[in-house]
């Protein structure tokens, strides 16, 4: 079945920097977008950026656009978030989450189609001093 | 850009039905039929409910469906079950290949 797996939670003082992976299996990688999402404590759900797993393009929201670095190994069917210049509001729950993909004629995906099917369970990362 | 509007609470009796709003604007919600639902229970996965307005995955009960009307999206819940009971938001592509997420409301099963 179609599944992410992140890695585990993360302590990090000020100034740091994280990165949060985010295992896939049951599906082509390949063809399909990643999206990441923030949630801070009593906070709503942040949309943070996503990568084409494929092609390797990214985009991000321009709340973090200077902080964030979305990468991806194909190899590893892995995708990975970097944060840097965490700060104590960036405590929080990160999750990696499958575009559910924008299918063709034939049913093969083609890009985006900007809604989240599969989501990981999250990773906490706590930033403290 | 403020994020999408919603209600902090609904509530509602087991049986009855309940409507949470998602207002944007029309650059965003208005503009396109990219609104998708999520419900998410505390210390659990988001949950996908309903994607392109009103489409629902295999899986989520025929309870849940989405609408949009002008720059409001809406999803009605009927039959309201105690498991119900959680918070909701509305996720919108808002243009330039990025996404915008309301604000969520929380939905307390009486």
């Known amino acids: 079945q179609v599944q992410l797996v992140q890695s585990g939670a993360e302590v990090k003082k000020p100034g740091a920097s994280v990165k949060v992976s985010c295992k896939a299996s049951?599906?082509?990688?390949?063809?399909?977008?990643m999206h990441w999402v923030r949630q801070a404590p009593g906070q709503s759900l942040e949309w943070m950026g996503w990568?084409?797993?494929?092609?390797?393009?990214?985009k991000y929201s321009q709340q973090f656009q200077d902080r964030v670095t979305i990468t991806r190994d194909t190899s590893a069917s892995t995708v990975y978030m970097e944060l840097s210049g965490l700060r104590s509001e960036d405590t929080a729950v990160f999750y990696c989450?499958?575009?559910?993909?924008?299918?063709?004629?034939?049913?093969?995906?083609?890009?985006?189609?900007?809604?989240?099917?599969?989501w990981g369970k999250g990773t906490t990362v706590t930033v403290s001093s | 850009q403020s994020a999408l509007t919603q209600a902090a609470s609904v509530s509602g009796s087991p049986g009855q039905s309940i409507t949470i709003s998602c207002t944007g604007t029309?650059?965003?919600?208005?503009?396109?039929?990219?609104v998708s639902w999520y419900q998410h229970h505390p210390d659990k996965a988001p949950k996908l409910m309903i994607y392109?307005?009103?489409k629902r995955p295999s899986g989520v009960s025929n309870r849940f469906s989405g609408s949009k009307s002008g720059n409001t999206a809406s999803l009605t819940i009927s039959g309201l079950q105690a498991e119900d009971e959680a918070d909701y938001y509305c996720?919108?592509?808002?243009?330039?290949?990025?996404?915008?997420f309301g604000g969520g409301t929380k939905l307390t099963v009486l």
């Open positions: 989450a499958r575009d559910g993909g924008y299918a063709d004629d034939n049913g093969l995906i083609v890009g985006a189609d900007y809604y989240m099917d599969v």
């Open positions: 049951g599906y082509i990688f390949g063809s399909y977008t």
């Open positions: 990568i084409s797993a494929g092609s390797g393009n990214t």
């Open positions: 029309s650059s965003d919600v208005g503009s396109y039929n990219l």
């Open positions: 392109e307005v009103n």
């Open positions: 996720c919108s592509y808002v243009g330039s290949s990025t996404l915008m």
